[in-house]
């Protein structure tokens, strides 16, 4: 039997436990390195993370202005399909159709008039069928409470509202509703931008 239990201890030797050595503090530029995250630049700006505030006011009025870029930036792209699309069509038997639809002689009328026909579809379809565009999507901005879009008048407001911006030449009302510091068009059409944060 003695010789089964030193075998036993060959193979499975017991171990002391290790001793638990305390951490070893940081120093110099490697201490900043470790911060925890509330002190990041880039945690808690709003872009699909939300602040610690609530945006209200001018907040609301500069990340409307940032969606509207966001959304600028999609509408050349879908502008530019438009554009291929009616060019192809222009050659065929419908472009006797569309000529009498879009009939300016200069290019730059007849791109200004796609880009404007463009936007129309975009803004409203999106706003009208998710509640916010891309760029609102992205800035957590919502046009209308939840309650307000499963209304039958929410597809109107948003018409009202998108055509209204639209008629003042698109940077009038954003630009008299961050010097104002609050919502413009919302105020004039009764659909209001919300923020999610």
Excluded at 63 to 74: H, K, R
Excluded at 97 to 123: C, M, T
Excluded at 177 to 186: A, F, M, N, R, Y
Aim: charged share 20%; aromatic share 10%; net charge positive.
């Amino acid at each position: 039997m003695t010789f089964n239990h030193e075998i036993d201890k060959q193979e499975n030797p017991q171990r002391a436990p290790r001793k638990r050595e305390a951490p070893v503090p940081l120093r110099g530029p490697s201490k900043d390195v470790f911060k925890s995250s509330k002190d990041l630049g880039f945690v808690g700006t709003g872009f699909q993370g939300g602040p610690s505030r609530k945006r209200k006011g001018y907040r609301l009025a500069l990340w409307s202005l940032l969606a509207s870029f966001v959304d600028f930036l999609v509408l050349i792209a879908i502008s530019c399909a438009f554009l291929i699309v009616f060019s192809l069509l222009m050659k065929t038997s419908a472009g006797s159709v569309l000529k009498l639809l879009f009939h300016s002689d200069s290019q730059f009328l007849l791109i200004a008039e796609i880009f404007a026909l463009s936007s129309g579809l975009y803004l409203i379809s999106m706003r009208a069928f998710m509640g916010s565009s891309i760029g609102e999507w992205a800035c957590n901005i919502r046009l209308g409470q939840p309650h307000e879009r499963l209304e039958s008048r929410y597809i109107l407001r948003v018409f009202v509202r998108t055509s209204l911006i639209v008629l003042t030449g698109v940077v009038v009302l954003p630009a008299l509703s961050l010097i104002l510091g609050g919502d413009l068009p919302g105020k004039l059409c009764g659909l209001r931008l919300f923020s999610l944060k």
